[in-house]
Structure formats: C-alpha cells, structure tokens
C-alpha cells in the first residue's frame, strides 16, 4: 500500500493549488480526481478567459450560515498574493468591471500554471481515478481507488459543490462530511438565472436578449442583497449579471425587486408633455431601452401611440411608479445545470477557520466550494478557492 503525506481529492481551483503549495512545503502529496479533464470550471469560467479574482476582495462579498468564518483565510492570501503569481508565471491580465481581473489570453494559462506549481511541488496526480471507499485509522486514512489502496495521515476534501454536472460535478465531498459526522447546510444552486410560470411571463417573452443596468434587491436583514448590475431578458425569465448576483439571496417563495428606471422617469414624461407632442412610446423610449418601452405600455394597457399631451397625469405617474417598483416572483431557477456555484455546504462551525480542518476527525480538511462560502459574482469563488486552499496548505 503506497503512503502519502497529504490526500487531495479533486482537481479543481482549491485542490490542485493545494496540492501544489502542500508539496513545495515538502509533504508527499497525492492528488485524485473522478473525472477525464483537469480543473474543467476553471477553463469555462469567464467565457474562457477565466475571471481569477477581484482586487476588492472582503468577507462582506461572502454568504454564509457563519459569516465570519472566511475573514482569516482571505486575510493572509489576498488577491495581491495571486497576481504576483500570475506574474511569476508571465500571465497577462486584464481589469474588466467593478475589480474583476481575467486573462488576456486563456483560462489554460491559469491551469498549466497550477499544474506547474504541483510539478515543482512533486505532486503525484492520477486522473481519471474514482475514491471508492474512506476509511479512518489509527495514523490517518485509507482510500479505496481506482489504483488501488493509499493511506495518508491528512486527507483534503476539495471536490467543488454541485453544478454543471455535466463536467463531473458530484456530492462526493458531502457525502464524505456526512460519513465523518459533519452537518451540511442545504446546497442550493447560486449565481443561477431565475426562472417565472410560462402564462405570467408571456407578456415579457419577446423582450429575451434584452439587456440593461438596473437596481436588483431580495431578502431582509443579513440575507438581504442589493446591486446595482445588468439586467438580461431571457425567453424563460431573468438572468445577466444583476439576476445572477440576487440568486444568491433569493429563497423559494420570495419577491425579487427592480428597479427598471428611477421614479424621476415619471415626473420627466409628465414635464415633457408641456413641450412634446412625440407619442407616449417614443417618449418613454428617450428613459429605456425601445423594446421595453413598447412592452411595458402594453402590460399597463397605455397606447403607445397616444400623442404624449393626451395622457393622464395619472397614467404618466402609474408608468413611472411601476419601472422603478417592479416586482416579481421567480417559480424557481434553471438549476444545476445552470448554475455557476453552489450555495451551502460543509457547516463552518465544524471547520477551524485558520486551517479549515475538521474539529470532529483529525487530519480531515475542506476547502474551496465544498464548504458553506459562497462569493458574489465576479472572481470573489476563485479567491476562496485560492484563500482556503492556502490556509489548509500551511497547516499540513
């Protein structure tokens, strides 16, 4: 039976850059995989180019069962301490929108540098390899793979949560937890387009593709989210940037709330009909997008084609009042298959923030988006991935 210092399964973000780090630390280190393709959300991410982090990284851009949790990990490896590596490494980036940093280039810099760090690390790698069995010991563990039987006296659970899994994705990781006595906080899908009832969203079904920048708002006290980001029509709801964020928040059976245009729009149509004699709908598309203006006027029965001084004061006041107060309730989201990450996971109160080991089995440890922190969109998953991997490196 061959005997490793360090067990890490999964090959993702958080694995392989622990491995990597394990390694050059001078610990044996085994890394294990199920599936065909390394670090495969790493090379979809960003559209291929991979959004590896966000400059303004902090523990108020994480939701969690435990918020506190994730502070030291993201205090002692910031996103400074990635880009210099990304820049040891010759990788150009780029500052897209809000923080946002992604290659120039291709997501499969990103990958060839984490599995340079593994190689100058010494880290065995077997891929495609199947745990099919954990077993604790006095000295440590056992795992039952595809290769055969290994034994180590630290084990890292870095098997990513549960979307896309088309890519491999598996409860793996949970199931692990809950063999070892771990609680799990409920998974669910997050940074995931939300979906609404076919009849209720027939109105608003020829506006798919649209796009625009809105205020986005769900939840109360600490689960409350707001954010100002682009909105996206899609045939079957909601989606983009602004939708993706407050799916995070969002909970079955609640309200989501837009703000389409600001309420000023409706004082501003009812000051124009002073001057213009422009119909309604070219008048209101001067605030929002044509399409959406052509739409909105049908769902509140207004002629577009009304000349604008023939509309009521009161209409006018109704129309602004409904684009910068609409609210809707989502039936549901596109799921695992869409869904970018996964919210909940491994309860934190169970881990040690400083080396995110378990506090019920010695040597256990989970990292990266197995564990009960999930970052907004926008690099802030990845910098967990490197955070916690990191934390748990330093104290193998």
Not at 14 to 31: D, E, I, K, M
Not at 62 to 71: I, K, V
Not at 376 to 391: D, E, H, I, P, T
Request: hydrophobic share 45%; charged share 20%.
């Amino acid at each position: 039976m061959e005997h490793f210092d360090v067990v890490v399964v999964g090959a993702g973000a958080a694995g392989l850059f622990c491995a990597g780090l394990a390694g050059q630390r001078g610990r044996t280190v085994l890394l294990l995989d199920h599936a065909e393709k390394v670090a495969e959300k790493i090379r979809i991410s960003g559209g291929g180019r991979c959004n590896f982090t966000n400059r303004d990284v902090g523990p108020a851009n994480f939701l969690s069962d435990n918020p506190a949790f994730c502070r030291s990990a993201l205090a002692r490896y910031t996103p400074a301490d990635f880009i210099a590596l990304m820049q040891r490494h010759g990788i150009a980036f780029h500052e897209k929108h809000r923080g946002q940093l992604f290659c120039d280039d291709s997501a499969e810099q990103v990958i060839r540098m984490l599995l340079a760090e593994c190689a100058q690390g010494g880290v065995a790698h077997w891929q495609p390899c199947a745990v099919a069995g954990v077993r604790q010991t006095a000295g440590g563990f056992e795992l039952d793979t595809a290769r055969g039987t290994v034994s180590t006296g630290r084990l890292v659970v870095a098997t990513g949560g549960l979307p896309i899994p088309k890519i491999g994705a598996s409860d793996w990781g949970l199931r692990l937890a809950r063999q070892f006595g771990h609680g799990i906080v409920e998974p669910r899908p997050a940074l995931v387009p939300l979906t609404f009832d076919a009849a209720l969203w027939a109105p608003f079904h020829d506006l798919a593709g649209l796009s625009l920048e809105v205020e986005v708002q769900t939840g109360a006290g600490r689960q409350r989210g707001r954010f100002l980001e682009d909105l996206l029509f899609t045939h079957r709801g909601l989606s983009g940037p602004a939708v993706l964020q407050i799916s995070s928040f969002w909970r079955p059976g609640q309200p989501v709330h837009i703000t389409l245009a600001p309420a000023a729009v409706g004082v501003a149509l009812r000051e124009a009909k002073l001057s213009s004699q422009r119909q309604l709908g070219n008048e209101l598309a001067a605030h929002v997008p044509a399409r959406l203006a052509q739409t909105w006027l049908r769902t509140l029965d207004l002629p577009a084609t009304r000349p604008l001084p023939e509309v009521r004061d009161r209409d006018l006041a109704r129309l602004g009042d409904s684009l910068s107060r609409w609210t809707v309730l989502p039936n549901g989201s596109e799921g695992w298959r869409k869904a970018e990450v996964m919210a909940g996971g491994v309860d934190t109160h169970e881990l040690d923030s400083q080396s995110l080991a378990s506090k019920r089995v010695p040597g256990l440890h989970f990292i990266g988006e197995v564990v009960d922190v999930t970052g907004w969109l926008g690099g802030y998953n990845f910098q967990w991935a490197w955070a916690s991997a990191a934390a748990c490196a330093r104290a193998l």
